[in-house]
């Protein structure tokens, strides 16, 4: 960081300088005006580069941010967290390991995708499957442990 500032100290002096002395060479101008006058102008020239390109930056960053959360929304799904049960929006991508932080608890999950292949025809029998029947089997289970069976 020091260094790069250092070199373009270096880099503006001698251009302004440079500038300077053909400034005096040419035109016949007072060198040490000349070589100011360049140095303050390049600063300035270069503030307002830096200034624009970092605000395209930012705008190409946010334009970037837009795509991927246009993208996610796609392909995501609403899991409930492995801690504390709350529903959770997370994207889902097949190309690299998913996992989500907890919007209320704040602890890691992954996901695991379960993909079931049948055939066009064939009515497959989710529903054993689902969170929602496991929930319906385990509430009829304690029932039947509460009334002693
Ligand atoms: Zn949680």
Known sequence: MLKNILFSIIITSVVSTTGGLLCNYLLEYNTIKCIVTLFVLQLLVFYIWNSISQSLLLVRIEQEQTKQAEYFSQQGVEASCAYCKSINFVPVR????????CDACGKPNSIYIDITVAQKAQLIDKEQLSVSSYMKDKIDATERIQQGQ
């Open 94 to 101: 097949m190309d690299q390991n998913n996992e989500f932080q």
